[in-house]
């Protein structure tokens, strides 16, 4: 059996319950991971603002991976260990490209600002004011111009659910832009829509596992990874053990090991198979 020695969690539809609390199981089963000397890491495409919205200091993690692996906190000490941007002058490309191509969407300032956004309305979206109206209570939120260029952490298109579609914008991004990482998410505000993410190079959740393993010294082979969509692919394909949970889709509950429902706990579920 393999020896675990760091698990990595999502939070929202994995660890989270519906109301954003832990469950007592699950919890308890952070606090015993703890004991063990195992490493305990959230891997979360939230901000840190929004991290700190669920998640204490005095809670049982030891790393909190966020924005989708754009930042890196040290949980226990509060301490920035990782954030990173796309530069003013691509930005400013990029606006200009996706104003072109009619889309809806916003670019977050940087890491630990990006809470902060601006953006663009090409077209009426129920998808785009249900996000802008929530959102921007949480910080500023600016409408951008045509010329506007500033270092950002994030761009989030909003789509209608249609993977085809998405694979059409996806590749027109990456063929203007190769030096960036695309992920796509399931809205987490409404099933019919998909948001899709545009990061500095290399940005995923497994690069901040990544960092997190050269932090700690421990292998890629002693980690257990368990998401729930399709923005955790890229953390399931680096952990040794890889779960997704009864609620996930079913494409990924054919790539990955199949756990409990989060409101089932099944993040305890998947860890106890291998203590």
């Known amino acids: 059996?393999?020896?675990?020695?760091?698990?990595?969690?999502?939070?929202?539809?994995?660890?989270?319950?519906?109301?954003?609390?832990?469950?007592?199981?699950?919890?308890?089963?952070?606090?015993?991971?703890?004991?063990?000397?195992?490493?305990?890491?959230?891997?979360?495409?939230?901000?840190?603002?929004?991290?700190?919205?669920?998640?204490t200091p005095d809670m049982p993690f030891d790393f909190v991976i966020f924005?989708?692996?754009?930042?890196?906190?040290?949980?226990?000490?509060?301490?920035?260990?990782m954030a990173m941007s796309i530069p003013a002058d691509e930005t400013g490309e990029i606006i200009r490209f996706l104003i072109a191509?009619?889309?809806?969407?916003?670019?977050?300032?940087?890491?630990?600002?990006?809470?902060?956004?601006?953006?663009?309305?090409?077209?009426?979206?129920?998808?785009?004011?249900?996000y802008l109206n929530y959102h921007k209570v949480l910080?500023?939120?600016v409408q951008l111009k045509e010329n506007d260029a500033f270092p950002i952490s994030q761009v989030l298109i909003f789509l209608p659910r249609d993977a085809e579609h998405f694979d059409v914008i996806k590749q027109k991004v990456l063929k203007k832009f190769p030096h960036v990482s695309v992920i796509r998410a399931t809205s987490p505000l409404h099933p019919d829509?998909?948001?899709?993410?545009?990061?500095?190079?290399?940005?995923?959740?497994?690069?901040?596992?990544?960092?997190?393993?050269?932090?700690?010294?421990?292998?890629k082979e002693n980690?257990?990874?368990?998401g729930n969509d399709f923005n955790d692919m890229e953390l399931l394909d680096y952990t040794?053990?890889?779960y997704v949970v009864d609620n996930a889709p079913d494409e990924l509950k054919f790539r990955y090991r199949n756990s409990r429902a989060h409101h089932e706990d099944g993040f305890s579920y998947a860890v106890r198979q291998h203590l």
Not at 67 to 77: D, P, R, T, V
């Open 223 to 226: 980690t257990l990874g368990i």
């Open 240 to 242: 040794r053990l890889s």
């Open 1 to 55: 059996m393999t020896e675990i020695k760091m698990v990595i969690t999502d939070l929202d539809g994995t660890l989270l319950q519906a109301d954003h609390s832990i469950s007592k199981a699950d919890y308890a089963t952070l606090v015993e991971l703890g004991k063990l000397g195992i490493c305990r890491v959230a891997a979360t495409g939230r901000n840190l603002m929004k991290v700190k919205q669920v998640l």
């Open 139 to 141: 910080g500023d939120a």
């Open 193 to 219: 829509f998909t948001w899709m993410e545009i990061f500095p190079e290399g940005v995923t959740k497994a690069h901040g596992v990544e960092a997190v393993c050269q932090l700690t010294g421990i292998p």
């Open 67 to 81: 924005s989708s692996g754009a930042g890196l906190i040290n949980w226990k000490q509060q301490k920035l260990l």
């Open 101 to 130: 191509e009619k889309l809806n969407f916003k670019v977050s300032r940087e890491i630990p600002d990006n809470h902060h956004f601006a953006w663009w309305r090409s077209s009426p979206c129920e998808e785009f004011e249900r």
